[in-house]
């Protein structure tokens, strides 16, 4: 299952974004208001949206200052999220948040419509950094 976010422009240069994006810790201030658990290691953070399970995310791939993937620690649960970050002319930056799972057609049924929500608000949280 493959889920897109809008791309959002940020005032920032594309390194100042992937400097902020590689930190896990930051991902609490993009987390939707209805969180409910944060807590983050030195490549890992671990997260839970009120009614939802706890989702562990790390950090599976950096390209410097292009593009960062996290990827779940469930092996149960298999996916990744990737950030693409393209800098801009005007020391600015398109991003756009890549969802890629491999969940059974049921459970993708299930989770598509709140995770595409979970990500459009992540994206539209970056836009505001």
Known sequence: MNLESPKVTVQKSSQEIFDYLS???NFEQ???????????GKESFLF?????????????????????????A????PFSLTADIEENANASSNVQLLFD???????????????QKFIDTLVENIGQQ
């Open 23 to 25: 930190k896990v810790e």
């Open 30 to 40: 993009l987390m939707p208001e209805n969180i409910d658990k944060f807590e983050a």
């Open 48 to 72: 839970a949206l009120k009614g939802m399970p706890e989702i562990e995310l790390k950090l599976q791939d950096i390209e410097a200052p292009k593009k960062i993937v996290l990827g779940s």
């Open 74 to 77: 469930n092996d149960k649960f």
């Open 101 to 115: 799972g491999k969940f059974n057609p049921m459970v993708a049924m299930m989770v598509k419509k709140p995770l």
